[in-house]
């Protein structure tokens, strides 16, 4: 391989148009505004969530604007064999995928003693083993083609940083932060891309429905806290735009916001300032968990 290919990769997917683009967790969120601004780009959809209604009216959404869903079916990405029953089906209906985004997730947080096995468990399948099913089940016919693509993992600012409370969602998403930057080296040599996606505040609705084991969210206290996420949250659509402009420019780690961007600048340049600054946001956690204890 020459010196220019070991250190330039040309972007294997500059455009959307007229590619085959799997989303999953396309029924809200993120997920939902990645579908639509894909299909405004011209991108043929393959759309997957766990919530059929919502799917459907997304789908819905979709084709009243012009765009075009090839095939959409609800389902479990932490279930294995539905997965594979599910590539199978995308395989002889609609072909092989140029572009993988992996979406979906769940959230919950609390602190260890107040963390119960089901969280720990949730966090991995759904999170980890969702999109590593997702992989197993439709890179390799990339890789067969041999006409490039790209993947997209979508981890988290629990992905970077060491956020209070975030244990078990971050094992999810440090874990597929790892399994991203392998296979960012591992598929170069088939022209894949592979993007890492780390938002920051999202204002999507797994804010308002994720479980915060240990804390009372309708305490006064806590709801202020939460108001004030609301208030530096970026919009999904801020989010579907980044992740785009990210697989048409090649990009490894995408960011949503400016503060995740400066955090993990500031993590990897300034450890122990950074380190007394995650001390005192876990002591400002553990103050409001004390009204409830």
């Known amino acids: 391989m020459a010196l220019k290919e070991l250190v330039v990769m040309k972007p294997p997917v500059p455009t959307l148009r007229g590619r085959t683009v799997l989303i999953t967790g396309a029924a809200s969120g993120i997920g939902r505004a990645t579908a639509l601004a894909a299909a405004r780009d011209g991108a043929r959809l393959v759309l997957t969530d766990l919530r059929a209604a919502d799917l459907d009216e997304v789908v819905a959404e979709i084709a009243s604007s012009g765009g075009t869903v090839a095939l959409h079916r609800a389902g479990d990405v932490s279930d294995y064999d539905w997965v594979v029953s599910f590539a199978r089906e995308v395989d002889e209906q609609v072909g092989t995928m140029d572009v993988v ?80 930057e392998v296979l960012r080296m591992d598929l170069r040599r088939h022209n894949i891309g592979v993007s890492v996606v780390c938002p920051g505040g999202v204002a999507t609705p797994l804010v308002g429905t994720v479980d915060i084991v240990g804390i009372d969210k309708n305490d006064p206290k806590v709801r202020k806290q939460i108001d004030n996420f609301h208030k530096i949250a970026v919009t999904p659509e801020k989010a579907a735009s980044a992740i785009i402009s990210g697989v048409e420019k090649n990009k490894f780690i995408v960011y949503t916001s400016f503060d995740t961007r400066f955090g993990y600048w500031w993590k990897r340049k300034f450890a122990l300032p950074y380190e007394v600054v995650m001390r005192i946001a876990n002591n400002r956690f553990s103050a409001l968990a004390r009204p409830r204890a």
Request: charged content about 15%; aromatic content about 8%.
């Open 101 to 180: 985004m992996n979406v979906a997730g769940i959230s919950a947080w609390g602190t260890v003693e107040n963390l119960e096995h089901r969280h720990w468990r949730a966090m991995v399948e759904v999170n980890l083993m969702g999109p590593i099913h997702i992989i197993e089940s439709f890179v390799p016919q990339m890789v067969r083609r041999g006409e490039g693509g790209h993947l997209v993992n979508v981890s988290s600012a629990a992905g970077l940083l060491a956020l209070p409370w975030h244990a078990a969602y971050s094992a999810s998403k440090f874990g597929i932060r790892g399994v991203s």
